[in-house]
């Protein structure tokens, strides 16, 4: 692995740049999927935005959790909009956010359907006009944060304790997992020793688990009544039961609009509406309920707005993200660790975590509506 450096400053980073203009501007690299690569369809982009209703349709996921628990839901949840719309469907599961991207802006387009993280809606709308159809929920949620975790005996309990640290981010486009907490860094001056992209929320976690990294970036929404954590953490408790007790919050990001179920530009009204229903009644019967929390902790899909993202525009443009060169320089080569460093820091690994300082657990409170940093 490619030891990373500390977060580039947005402004000085020509060659993430340049990279990423360059995959968006004139070519559409094959990326490799979960499965076969889908023949592209022939004839031009009109033959393509009125699709057969015998063509598959193509839907993807990103990244976000571990492949193989994506891909058991994603075949559930494929199976019964096949039965319920008579429409054949095939899943792809690219090894990035922006592989997502990239798929529904090709021409002619490989993904007709992407489940997209928010940031990754809001590039997809803005750089290739795709169309928003569904809001996802959680928990009686629409919008979550980022979190800041550090094990309990790291002895960092604030966020200027992350400086000279080493971050695990998720994914390069993950609002939570990276956009939102590394402009965070930025705005305060933090720089960390090293960076890297884990490549999905649960990896992050267990980076900062088995000590891999210092600090991690994921998602945050807020605990049941009655406590049960229902953060990134809980992804890996099944493994580390002790998960909510090592890895404590240190600070939160802004609160952020929930993912999306996007179409791509010119999918067929009457086939989206067809497609979209069937999901929503999916999502009422028990097994579609069980298929959609498994997936992304998903519990709502609610019909909404492209307006609703207006909020994460308007933070882009304050942090000083919205022009195009420097969203792309948010796009950084980072590797996830190697297997083979993943068993070592595991083997490291302290077995069990000092008990939180008091200061430490006030932190890991639920957050005031006060901004974190400020």
Known sequence: MRPSSALPRLLFMPLAVALLLAAFGCSQPEEESSASPTPAPSGDASTASSQADDEPVR??????????????????IVEAL????????????????????????????????????????????????????????????LEYR??????????????AGIDGRTVAYVDPASTSGHIYPSAMLEQEGIEPSETFMAGGHPQTMMAVYTGRAD?????????????????????????????????????????????????????PDEKREKIVQALLEYMETPEGARALEELYNITELVPVEDETYDSVREKLKALGMADEETLAALIDDDEAPSEDEEEEAAEDAPAT????????T???????EEEPGE
């Not at 193989?68 to 075949?75: C, D, F, L, Q």
């Open 59 to 76: 839907m993807y996921f990103v990244p976000s959790m571990e492949h193989g628990k994506v891909m058991t839901s994603a075949e559930a």
């Open 82 to 141: 096949e039965e319920r719309t008579g429409y054949t469907f095939e899943v792809e599961i690219p090894t990035s956010y922006i592989a997502v991207v990239e798929a529904m802006g090709a021409e002619p387009a490989r993904a007709d359907i992407a489940w997209l993280s928010t940031f990754a809606y809001v590039l997809a709308k803005d750089k290739y006009d795709a169309e928003i159809a569904l809001q996802v929920g959680r928990y009686g949620q």
């Open 146 to 159: 980022g979190m800041f975790v550090a094990r309990a005996d790291s002895g960092i309990e604030e966020l």
């Open 215 to 267: 600090v991690g970036c994921a998602y945050w929404s807020p605990p049941t009544d009655d406590g049960e954590i229902m953060d990134a953490r809980k992804d890996i408790m099944d493994q580390h039961p002790d998960a909510g007790e090592v890895l404590q919050i240190v600070a939160y990001t802004d609160w952020i609009p929930n993912d999306t179920v996007t179409f791509r530009p010119g999918f």
């Open 353 to 360: 975590a000092e008990p939180a300082t008091e200061e430490a």
């Open 362 to 368: 006030e932190t890991a409170a639920e957050p005031s």
